[in-house]
């Protein structure tokens, strides 16, 4: 009876742990993917600056 109180208890506690394990594992996974997405945005906006400061300056009578 205590033997199978004991396993009962280790499957039950390995089974919790598992699942907040497994959570935690797939709340990285989305804050990095958060990360990069923000990043990529990011990129994307300052190439776009970018690229519109080279085409004003290239036309003659504007820019420095």
Do not use: C, H
């Amino acid at each position: 009876m205590f033997y199978q109180q004991l396993a009962n208890f280790v499957s039950d506690l390995g089974g919790s742990l598992g699942l907040w394990i497994g959570m935690s594992v797939l709340s990285f996974a989305e804050v990095f993917e958060l990360l990069l997405l923000i990043g990529y945005a990011l990129l994307r906006k300052l190439r776009t600056r970018l690229s519109g400061r080279i085409r004003s300056s290239s036309i003659p009578g504007r820019g420095t």
